[in-house]
């Protein structure tokens, strides 16, 4: 241990862990037809014997790269204060010789990004409490001087921040009592894949109003017959006002998008979710009015703060979907959850792949307790993938997310996935 | 050879190559104090005896992690006829594994682009013809063929592109002749680096006007009451009507973009050059309307040509600054010479760092013959660093870049120079 309690960052290992999904046609949508779900894994050790895990998803080819981009960061980590948390963000984002990788974007992002998470779960797994009472415990000064607001004060600015989190002060302890006792809605994804047959998608759309979930979604975008047959025989199985979303990965310009949408408006969706390029802004703008009052979603592709920042200036979505393991890791996440507050628009996350419903929970309980104050309107995705890996694996009851008690950002692998299903080495692509 | 004429890709060689810049303070800017240039180097072979080389531009730090994506594409390549160009491209862009690591965007682009360009100077070699002339004598069908629309029918569709293309056709023999007589014209960022004392810069902008350069431009950012004094020290030396553009490389919030520059307005910027973030098309936009009549201009850092598309429609800029080696190769940058057109904005590249003015002439001078049919208002940025590294190095003759005449897109470097300066074994860094 350091002195004055201080403790350091003195191993680093990282891990190269896919998945052979792509098998069963797990996770098949309009853009990615054959995922193998992936993790560029990594895992912090400190000199006083705790470990932080994190990692950066990815379907398959290229976690190599990512994996070496997240050891790239090992200089930045190695003999560190582990509690200088904002201070090693800002390093690594603005080295001013990686930064050129990017800015905050692609592969470099996402390796700050797991390894600012594994910070996280390293400080939350010492504290001995879950990220989201972790951080819905600290004072608003505290979340404040997490966040890099450059580039954000045209919409947002410190003072603003704090305000949205001094007014949710109130009623603060009444509703983290909610969250565990209720827990948090989820929506599921598992029936819409698109490589399923209909009778599946049907007997799936049944089992997943049995196990209460209040929302699912499709996948749509490749063919518009399918399209509408699919999303006809979802209304059918679930009623008339049962929220069915709609997510076309990127797969439409604005024209496509517009004329697709308006096509399936007879089947009320819920909202459609990635309907072009996550870098297009005016884009999305276009397709919200071409589509009203159909509601646009969009997030697990947007790059980072500034790019949300803009969707919700131009108007162009109606839900803003975090990622856990995209932008900048946590800090940047808090800095797109007070943007959504202020502009209005509900938060709803995307997850599934690897861990990412394990990740993201705890960022949409931080947002219910200390941000929004409210769970109106918010679902967290939910896929029923690769849980069993998990040492903190998410609990679903009732269609709803328990919220965790286990320390940590419930971020870790076991010890065994790992090994097995590390690449090209581990046993089960050893034996493919 | 392979049947038919075709040739195959044999071999793929990836170099981590890097320059000792920082030691000299050559480069520094506000968000860039210290940078290395370096190239993420890749040669291809073929079958029958050709190379083509090609690279992504970085600062130092991450070179390795920006080889090692290069080095990921190497299935993508091995074994493939090099003259199905636009296959390869599509292939690697939408291949739907790697592209979850952009879409589109960062390290993952970059290595695309570094691979797709040295296909395009292997096909010129081949050719026996610098990029540019091989490109201008292409019929308007091949080059749209060339060009992936996706995400910008909006805005560009493929007869548009072709319309562009067709008006130009007429007068292309003349173009080519004056451009061969002529060249291009350029401007030098070499007076204006943050890193020079005042003295310095007076002389190196006395020395630009004696070499014939018709435009500079300064570094600004660091320090508004440095800017104010060094820009006026500039205007002194340069007289009241020279073109002397202003580049903050990203240093501002939207308000603080809007103060700083109209504090700056006496001393008449030619034009702002990356005012905020590249991401931020409405920061751009809203930085436009509140400097006006101060012309915007960025590019450098634009990940894509969907940004560009955007920062178009929004009327964000007033020059467009393609840069050679950060959007996915010679064809992406079609799609943006031709979105230009489009909007009637001129494009006036960046160049500079490692190789970039070498390869962006190409494209500029294609974009006079081809596109936009005029040098008007146009410029190629040049910095006099590292050409002696390259084996067909840009000639500046009377503030012009000469037409190159020599085989292929002039992306090759000396082998003494690639041996010498690869990290961290080359002599260069061993020694240091």
């Given at each position: 241990?350091?002195a004055?309690?201080?403790?350091?960052?003195?191993?680093?290992?990282?891990?190269?862990?896919?998945?052979?999904?792509?098998?069963?046609?797990?996770g098949?949508?309009?853009?990615?037809?054959?995922?193998?779900?992936?993790?560029?894994?990594?895992?912090?050790?400190?000199?006083?014997?705790?470990?932080?895990?994190?990692?950066?998803?990815?379907?398959?080819?290229?976690?190599?790269?990512?994996?070496?981009?997240?050891?790239?960061?090992?200089?930045?980590?190695?003999?560190?204060d582990?509690e200088?948390?904002?201070?090693?963000?800002?390093?690594?984002?603005?080295?001013?010789?990686?930064?050129?990788?990017g800015?905050?974007?692609?592969?470099?992002?996402?390796?700050?990004?797991?390894?600012?998470?594994?910070?996280?779960d390293?400080?939350a797994?010492?504290?001995?409490?879950?990220?989201?009472?972790?951080?819905?415990?600290?004072?608003?000064?505290?979340i404040?001087?997490?966040?890099?607001?450059?580039?954000?004060?045209?919409?947002?600015?410190p003072?603003?921040a704090?305000?949205?989190?001094?007014?949710?002060?109130?009623?603060?302890?009444?509703?983290?009592?909610?969250?565990?006792?209720?827990g948090?809605?989820?929506?599921?994804?598992?029936?819409?894949?698109?490589?399923?047959?209909?009778?599946?998608?049907?007997?799936?759309?049944?089992?997943?109003?049995?196990?209460?979930f209040?929302?699912i979604?499709?996948?749509v975008?490749?063919?518009?017959?399918?399209?509408?047959?699919?999303?006809?025989?979802?209304r059918?199985?679930?009623?008339?006002?049962?929220?069915i979303?709609?997510?076309?990965?990127?797969?439409w310009?604005?024209?496509?998008?517009?004329?697709?949408?308006?096509?399936?408006?007879p089947?009320?969706?819920?909202?459609v979710?990635?309907?072009?390029?996550?870098?297009?802004?005016?884009?999305?703008?276009a397709?919200?009015?071409?589509?009203?009052?159909?509601?646009i979603?969009t997030?697990?592709h947007?790059?980072?703060?500034?790019?949300?920042?803009?969707l919700?200036?131009?108007?162009?979505?109606?839900?803003?979907?975090?990622?856990?393991?995209?932008v900048?890791?946590?800090p940047?996440?808090?800095?797109?959850?007070?943007?959504?507050?202020?502009?209005?628009?509900?938060?709803?996350?995307h997850?599934?792949?690897?861990?990412?419903?394990?990740?993201?929970q705890?960022?949409?309980m931080?947002?219910?307790?200390?941000?929004?104050?409210?769970?109106d309107?918010?679902?967290?995705?939910?896929?029923?993938?690769?849980?069993?890996?998990?040492?903190?694996?998410?609990?679903?009851?009732?269609?709803?997310?328990?919220?965790?008690a286990?320390?940590?950002?419930?971020?870790?692998?076991?010890?065994?996935?790992?090994a097995?299903?590390?690449?090209?080495?581990?046993?089960?692509?050893?034996d493919?």
């Open positions: 241990m350091g004055g309690g201080s403790y350091r960052i003195v191993g680093m290992e990282t891990h190269d862990v896919r998945f052979p999904t792509s098998r069963e046609l797990d098949s949508d309009a853009m990615n037809p054959d995922p193998d779900y992936s993790a560029a894994y990594v895992v912090l050790r400190t000199d006083d014997g705790f470990e932080g895990h994190g990692f950066a998803f990815t379907i398959g080819r290229g976690n190599d790269v990512q994996t070496a981009a997240i050891g790239a960061l090992r200089p930045y980590v190695i003999g560190r582990a200088d948390l904002g201070a090693l963000y800002r390093e690594m984002v603005y080295d001013s010789q990686l930064r050129w990788l800015p905050e974007k692609g592969v470099m992002h996402m390796a700050i990004s797991a390894v600012v998470n594994a910070l996280w390293l400080k797994r010492r504290a001995g409490k879950p990220v989201w009472l972790l951080l819905s415990e600290m004072p608003p000064e505290e404040v001087a997490l966040i890099d607001f450059r580039y954000l004060s045209d919409a947002l600015t003072g603003q704090l305000e949205i989190l001094k007014k949710a002060e109130k009623g603060k302890a009444r509703r983290i009592a909610r969250l565990r006792a209720d948090y809605p989820a929506y599921t994804t598992s029936p819409g894949w698109l490589g399923y047959p209909d009778d599946k998608l049907r007997r799936l759309c049944r089992e997943a109003l049995d196990q209460g209040g929302q979604k499709l996948k975008g490749a063919d518009l017959a399918d399209d509408v047959r699919r999303l006809k025989a979802a059918e199985v679930c009623g008339p006002d049962f929220p979303a709609i997510d076309a990965n990127q797969r310009d604005v024209g496509t998008a517009i004329a697709w949408v308006t096509a399936l408006k089947y009320a969706p819920h909202w979710e990635e309907p072009t390029s996550p870098d297009d802004v005016l884009g999305h703008a397709i919200a009015e071409g589509v009203s009052p159909v509601p979603a997030g697990e947007v790059q980072n703060r500034i790019i949300f920042k803009q919700l200036q131009a108007g162009a979505i109606s839900y803003l979907q975090i990622d856990a393991a995209r900048g890791g946590l940047e996440n808090l800095a797109i959850l007070l943007l959504a507050a202020r502009f209005g628009v509900p938060v709803c996350p997850a599934g792949g690897v861990g990412l419903c394990e990740l993201v705890h960022l949409a931080f947002d219910y307790v200390a941000v929004s104050g409210t769970m309107g918010r679902v967290i995705e939910y896929v029923d993938h690769l849980h069993e890996h998990f040492t903190d694996p998410v609990v679903i009851e009732n269609g709803r997310y328990r919220a965790p286990a320390p940590g950002f419930s971020a870790a692998m076991h010890a065994e996935s790992v097995a299903h590390t690449y090209p080495g581990g046993a089960v692509w050893r493919a």
